[in-house]
Nanobody, 118 residues
Framework: QVQLVESGGGLVQAGGSLRVSCGAS????????IGWHRQAPGKQRELVAS???????HYADSVKGRFTISRDTAKNTVYLQMNSMTAEDTAVYYC????????????WGQGTQVTVSS
């Protein structure tokens, strides 16, 4: 079992920056990919960024060049640094983790609200 707890959401002005954090606990050694999804009102949930246990990163086209995902393995924490934010970044951000043993299972945090005011 893996537990994910997000923090750092809030209100930011357009053009500003915000960093959200995700603390993982439990069977963290079984995580192969950890990242962030988001869901805006009336829109489908989408993958924002992810980082694998080998350090490979993936970003949605809409955030490339603006968002950066990083991790502190000693603290079992993953960060999403968001810069040059726009109103379109307003959403609930969920930390997600994928484990592959004994079978694939996707864990989700409770989410943190990020609101960008224009």
């Amino acid at each position: 079992q893996v537990q994910l707890v997000e923090s750092g959401g809030g209100l930011v002005q357009a053009g500003g920056s915000l960093r959200v954090s995700c603390g993982a606990s439990g069977s963290t050694s079984s995580i192969v990919i950890i990242g962030w999804h988001r869901q805006a009102p009336g829109k489908q949930r989408e993958l924002v960024a992810s980082i694998s246990n080998t350090g490979s990163t993936h970003y949605a086209d809409s955030v490339k060049g603006r968002f950066t995902i990083s991790r502190d393995t000693a603290k079992n924490t993953v960060y999403l640094q968001m810069n040059s934010m726009t109103a379109e970044d307003t959403a609930v951000y969920y930390c997600t983790a994928i484990v592959m043993w004994p079978k694939r299972y996707d864990y989700w945090g409770q989410g943190t609200q990020v609101t960008v005011s224009s």
